[in-house]
């Protein structure tokens, strides 16, 4: 399959000229490898990036050090593109500069659709240079048996791992899309969903699950650690029954539900591989029950090192308002945010929920969400001018809030809300679940630009070389095609 580039404001092309220019570029870029690209000087003279997981790292900060070649001024000179897609995207993409595919250097998009087709697209052709359909897509497409997962590429640079709906974590080769291995994390992918992004730390991938709309048991959340070589199933934490490792049959263990399905999936310290989850509805002992929980394990996912659970955790229960509708939100400084279906973000110490044994409530600090709705997204974490700043977003506002004192203050707040933040480049891009990308100024909150675009779910940008890249679209509509926007500065002749 070829994808083809389409511009909307190019209204006096017609769909023939613009397969015919995408053709013609693909072939002139591989003429030019190894030159400069025709891009605005300002993308030029960027160093080469790349962007390998959801967030960025393994702490999902989602805020881009480096420079990207976008300022606020350029966002009125921007130029979109979209890539058809055979599928939609209902989740971030991941890039790789100068990888090589098919023995060419390429600047390389990789996503996963909803019914698990992976692909490789190259970032100015808009070609599909490869694609990698499970084994189970034709039995799957069209239902409920979804993922919202985003692959990770391996530091290496020449694989990525990515979720499938039929309950496998897949290792596939950069070059051309092969299967080096294929492993599944669940004995129940029908009840047992992979909705967040896969992660690799120090030749570990790491994997979470879920439950699908409406909570139907039997499922348990639990945390898988296969090593990255052989795709070996190295060690599983069950949420539910946690006493017990491996994948569980999830009808053998009384306890159900208790899903780890936020946004960032596990996030982990890199200083030392220590694992953060956040657990959706469920039961709860402080023993071997962890629904709606905060639970910090080691990086062998063998012992659990830390926990949190509101006091009010049997009403969060009986509520269906999952702490874990949000991942937890490294701030540093032994400091932690989470944030929950219920409209509050709960400040934590890491000291005071250190220990296997039960810790409820005693929280630092309680803050509203921006809107004071339910918190399905991942707050971004920016390191500006010596001082933490933390950014969220929820479906009726967007706000800022500067670590200080062990304190969340907020800095600013707008009614418009939208999915996970990114910050680059002191602007804050937010896309708006009905359309549209918001910029704002980081530190200020004013609203800079709408970029237009179409309604998705919980699709998040990133930015990076002078490109905006954003999936549109909503799994739950359970389509078969789709699209990826990529703004861009004009080329220059």
């Known amino acids: 399959m070829q994808g083809v580039w389409t511009n909307r404001d190019a209204t006096n092309s017609s769909p023939d000229e613009w397969v015919t220019f995408a053709m013609r570029y693909r072939i002139l870029i591989c003429l030019l490898l190894g ?124 694989s990525i791992y990515a979720a499938s709906p039929d309950g496998y974590i897949q290792k596939l080769a950069v070059s051309d899309g092969q299967i080096v291995w294929r492993t599944a994390i669940t004995h129940l992918p029908k009840r047992e969903k992979i909705a967040s992004p896969v992660k690799i730390f120090q030749g570990h991938v790491i994997a979470v699950t879920g439950g699908y709309i409406g909570d139907r048991p039997p499922y348990q959340g639990h945390v898988a650690i296969l090593d990255g070589n052989s795709g070996k199933l190295v060690q599983v934490w069950n949420s539910l029954c946690s006493n017990r490792n491996g994948l569980l049959e999830p009808d053998s263990c009384p306890q159900t539900q208790s899903a780890i399905w936020g946004r960032a999936g596990a996030v982990i310290d890199s200083s030392n591989g220590d694992i953060f989850i956040a657990t959706g509805n469920g039961g709860w002992n402080g023993t071997t029950d962890w629904g709606d929980a905060l639970i910090e394990i080691d990086t062998s996912a063998t012992k659990i090192l830390g926990n949190y659970t509101p006091a009010d955790n049997a009403e969060l229960n009986a509520r269906d308002l999952d702490l874990g509708s949000s991942s937890p939100v490294l701030l540093g400084s032994g400091l932690i945010a989470q944030g929950g279906k219920d409209g509050k973000i709960r400040l934590l110490s890491r000291e005071a929920i250190a220990g296997d044994g039960p810790h409820k409530g005693h929280e630092l600090q309680t803050v509203p969400t921006p809107s004071g709705t339910d918190l399905f997204t991942q707050p971004a974490v920016w390191k500006h001018d010596g001082q933490t700043w933390m950014f969220a977003a929820d479906n009726g506002g967007t706000a800022a809030w500067k670590l200080a004192d062990a304190q969340l203050q907020e800095a600013w707040k707008t009614a418009t809300g939208g999915t996970s933040p990114f910050e680059a480049g002191g602007l804050l891009f937010v896309y708006a679940r009905k359309g549209g990308l918001n910029v704002y100024e980081a530190v200020s909150g004013k609203h800079i630009a709408t970029l237009p675009c179409g309604p998705g779910h919980w699709n998040s940008p990133i930015v990076l070389q002078g490109l905006i890249i954003l999936p549109e679209g909503d799994a739950n509509e359970h389509a078969t095609s789709g699209v990826l926007d990529v703004w861009s500065l004009p080329r220059e002749n």
Do not use: C
């Open 35 to 158: 030159a400069s690209v025709a891009v605005a000087a300002a993308a030029q003279s960027l160093p080469p990036q790349h962007w390998p997981m959801f967030g960025g790292d393994v702490g999902s900060t989602s805020a881009n050090a480096s420079p990207t070649g976008i300022t606020a001024d350029d966002l009125s000179q921007l130029v979109r593109r979209q890539i058809k897609l055979p599928g939609t995207v209902d989740a971030s993409a991941i890039y790789l500069h100068g990888a090589t595919v098919h023995g060419a250097l390429h600047n390389v998009i990789f996503v996963t659709t909803t019914y698990g087709k992976t692909l490789a697209l190259d970032v100015m052709s808009g070609g599909v240079l490869w694609e990698y359909t499970p084994p189970s897509y034709q039995a799957l497409v069209g239902t409920y048996q979804i993922t919202n997962s985003t692959p990770v590429a391996d530091p290496d640079r020449q």
